[in-house]
């Protein structure tokens, strides 16, 4: 008890913007910065604008699934569907080009529609049947695995992106800032706008505190369940049609690296994995933080072995920091 | 009520989970051109033993109300393991064994110690432990290759006095030596209990995290078991990521089809069997009747999402919307 009080008074000390920061988002924080100094060591090139730009485009498209990602950790659920969204985004997107004019200008939004798709089937699973949300979302993400195989006949689709995908992907707007970056700083704002300012994003958090409270109190709550999961699902598919254009065609496996990654973004930036308690600034930080890992992985030209190893130790050992759960007993 | 009610009301689950498995190979072997042969029958069961490991591992930690993503990966990095050590003569061969085992049985005790102790979410933790696993399997075989024992492996995997396989008799015996010491032990009951219901069973002072500690550890025992048999089966270590995934994604579904409830403190290893012998007879029965092979993923996924959509059926039984969140 005394430990409490004499934390609470060493806070109530600091200046009020301080004690504002949530420690897990600073810890965050200062973990890019520590990499940003190990990198810098290990080659100077390490904090030019144009490197620094290039791994804000390559977080970009990590940072647009893991928002989706982060709303639905948010409510208490999971969402396991990410590899075959993104994939499944990348190759309809691609696969709709093939179809003339029309198909062509309708390719992004074909694509995120087919994503959000996904995310409806696990909504209602979730949502209306009361499946657990880990199990449902594994089953869609198999599902959608079977109808990927079965369309392209088991090879790479040999469609490829639209001049617009491409654009979106790579292009500059702004001279030297990449599209992505801006659309992820667009749908940034946006998830910030929808989680703080509006009924949606409040019971989105109080969901995720307690379902059972939410509820009595008059949030239709199965109904923000199903629209999380379709948020989801359809920026998944964004950020496989984003990565189609990147790389100008889409990939079976294209989703596979991004599961992992965008719940350890989450959860580093300080979200707790059973709902209700996280902010996206965070989750921009455990983005950033997990690019620049990679980055400084491959720089050093880690075998992809040895990058899995240290990628499953860095995330233990960062959860061991600052996510571990409150003693129950 | 008499005492055999009781105890069937008590394998209900079990007991479908083994109706729906005799059906399934009855239709498959029905069809199958052989017909009913010890040959057809040993190469099911080959087949399916793999996988029914894994589930039995997936099992112990499910009965916790826990998950633990990194099965799959455990399978693929023993596999390589082995891959490397259970080769050249009886003494080497039972020491490669051991340490194939032992290794197995490491990783599951690391993912106890994160979980329990360390008190992380089993799903974020076994998906963070599981990359590493492969990881390290990478590093094993960065390319398919390694041999095995070959006296050992086909001994494993043929058949007993021509009849019975010994993959399956491998798998009763599994069964016999880990699952019923520790479904009967205090921990085992603790572990049950725990899934049921935590405050209650730290209430009536069960050795609560002992028990969800010992689950995870023969978890990864388990699936270095079914690893060792990839081995047996295949000559070969591979670190295949896809599969190591496919593992342990079916190996919940062996869970759900064989009535283990994913809440926990339901179901039997011996229901995840039957569970994963009739999700291998379902993905076999399409070559059976001739469909292309690429309708398999597709067909093992909505089988899959029909399995675990059969769970709904319990919201028919609820009285009180509030029930609805658990």
């Keep these: 008890m005394s430990d409490i009080t004499g934390e609470r008074a060493m806070e109530r000390r600091l200046p009020k913007f301080i004690r504002r920061i949530d420690p897990a988002v600073a810890t965050a924080f200062g973990c890019i910065l520590l990499l940003l100094v190990v990198g810098s060591i290990y080659s100077t090139s390490f904090l030019s604008v144009e490197y620094l730009l290039q791994q804000l485009k390559v977080a970009a498209f990590l940072g647009v699934i893991a928002t989706g990602m982060m709303i639905v950790i948010l409510l208490g659920q999971i969402d396991l569907s990410v590899p075959w969204s993104v994939a499944v985004g990348g190759m309809m997107a691609c696969a709709a080009a093939a179809f003339g004019h029309v198909g062509e200008a309708l390719a992004i939004p074909f694509g995120i529609l087919c994503g959000m798709a996904i995310g409806l089937a696990n909504g209602v699973g979730v949502a209306y049947l009361r499946i657990p949300s880990m199990i449902i979302t594994l089953a869609t993400n198999a599902v959608a695995q079977g109808l990927m195989v079965v369309y392209t006949g088991g090879f ?4 490829s992106a639209t001049a617009a995908m491409r654009y979106i992907a790579t292009g500059f707007l702004v001279p030297g800032v990449p599209n992505a970056v801006i659309i992820w700083a667009l749908i940034g704002a946006a998830a ?6 509006t009924t949606f994003g409040r019971s989105v958090y109080a969901i995720g505190n307690r379902e059972r409270a939410a509820y009595l109190s008059g949030i239709d709550t199965r109904r923000v369940v199903l629209i999380a999961f379709v948020v989801s699902g359809g920026l998944s598919a964004f950020g496989g049609v984003l990565l189609a254009g990147y790389a100008s065609k889409a990939a079976q496996s294209m989703g596979d690296t991004y599961l992992l990654p965008s719940i350890a973004a989450v959860v580093l930036g300080g979200t707790s994995i059973l709902g209700g308690r996280g902010s996206y600034l965070g989750t921009v930080a455990g983005v950033i933080l997990i690019t620049l890992l990679q980055s400084i992985l491959s720089v050093m030209q880690m075998p992809e072995a040895g990058r899995q190893i240290i990628y499953g130790v860095v995330i233990v050992a960062m ?3 600052y996510g571990r759960q409150r003693r129950t007993e | 009520m008499k005492e055999w009610r009781f105890w069937l009301a008590e394998q209900r689950q079990t007991l479908m989970a083994i109706g729906i498995f005799a059906v399934m190979f009855a239709i498959y072997v029905t069809n199958h051109p052989a017909g009913f042969t010890a040959n057809v029958v040993q190469t099911a069961a080959n ?21 633990d993503l990194s099965v799959g990966m455990i399978f693929i990095l023993t596999n390589c393991l082995a891959s490397w050590l259970v080769v050249g003569g009886a003494g080497a061969t039972t020491l ?43 590093l094993l075989r960065p390319y398919p290759g390694g041999s095995v024992n070959e006296g050992l492996a086909d001994a494993l995997t043929g058949k007993l006095f021509g009849v019975i396989p010994a993959s399956l008799v491998a798998l009763a015996a599994v069964v016999l030596v880990v699952w019923v010491p520790f479904s009967r032990s205090v921990l085992g009951r603790a572990a049950y209990a725990s899934g049921s219901s935590e405050p209650a069973a730290y209430m009536s002072g069960m050795p609560i995290r002992r028990a969800k500690f010992l689950a995870y550890a023969l978890a990864g025992l388990l699936a270095s078991i079914g690893g060792l048999f990839l081995t047996f089966f295949t ?15 079916f190996s919940i579904a062996a869970v759900v089809l064989g009535g283990v409830s994913l809440f926990g403190g339901k179901g039997s290893v011996i229901g995840a069997i039957f569970g994963a012998f009739a999700f291998r007879t379902i993905g076999d029965l399409l070559f059976v009747f001739d469909f292309d092979p690429l309708w398999q993923p597709l067909f093992q996924g909505v089988v899959l999402l029909i399995a675990v959509s059969l769970g709904a059926f319990g919201l028919f039984r609820v009285r009180n919307r509030l029930e609805w969140f658990g």
Excluded: H, W
């Design chain 1, 192 to 197: 910030v706008f929808a989680l703080t300012r």
């Design chain 1, 319 to 321: 959860l061991l920091l």
């Design chain 2, 235 to 249: 000559y070969t270590g591979e670190a295949a990521y896809a599969s190591g995934n496919a593992y342990t994604l």
């Design chain 2, 47 to 67: 087949k399916s033993v793999l996988l029914a490991f894994v589930a039995m591992a997936q099992t112990l930690v499910v009965i916790t109300a826990g998950i």
């Design chain 2, 96 to 138: 490669g064994v051991i340490a194939v085992l032992g290794s197995g049985l490491a990783c599951g005790i690391l993912n106890g110690l994160i979980v329990i102790y360390g008190r992380l979410q089993p799903i974020v933790a076994t998906i963070a432990t599981g990359a590493a696993y492969f990881g390290i399997a990478l």
């Design chain 1, 156 to 159: 790479s689709p040999q469609d």
